[in-house]
């Protein structure tokens, strides 16, 4: 678990005391202080005297909207980004896109089970950690070393050109978190006029080609009508 008592906090934003209770309970369990607040407004005023690690909140909330949570989250002042997952009833297509493009880093479909918020919870806040420590990246036997810009699977070198290299250590460097084709391409390829969102298609079929005679194309996952994540089938 994290190192210190403030890199553990975890605030619950939900009017549902009942069916969050038991996400509550199981990440306490683990070692997390966790808060718990029924109303935007209140949480709003949790960003300024104590930003927490990761925020759990529902998406339909009367009042305080949670665009204006998270639009609040990712502007504290805290020693790291705040990271954020949406719970919602609303599961269409439309609904997830909006959720993600809002800045959350999950969104999570109700009815859910416990134990599934728990495990996104953790994967987040795994990729973070990652991302943080910087060098090389490991899933299972697959490796990227940013050091010297090679990826390995089960102990053999992967042969990966310039731009599927970058991907594979973006997503990787963000492991869990989706981003659309547009993104990719701001983060990825930047301000290169010469390419277009085809060019992501076009990379991650090259990436999961050659990931997958290791047994890795499945690592690169595909979220219908958004764009792409990298994650631990």
Known sequence: MLAS???KQILIVDPDV???DPVRQRLSDLGFN???EIDGAAAMAQFTKSPPLLVILDWNMPGVTAMEIIRRARAARAPRAVRLIILSALATEHDVVSGLESGADDYIAKPYSPREVVARVLAVLRS????????ALVFDELELDSATARVSARGELLNLRGAEYRLL???MSHAGRTFSRDQLLSHVWGKDRDVDVRTVDVNVQRLRK???EPGYEGYIQTVRGFGYRFAVP
Do not use: K, M, N, P
């Open 5 to 7: 008592e403030t890199q």
């Open 18 to 20: 009942a069916a969050v």
């Open 34 to 36: 966790v808060s718990y």
């Open 128 to 135: 973070q950690r990652r991302h943080e420590a910087g060098g």
């Open 169 to 171: 250590e973006f997503l």
């Open 210 to 212: 050659i990931l997958a």
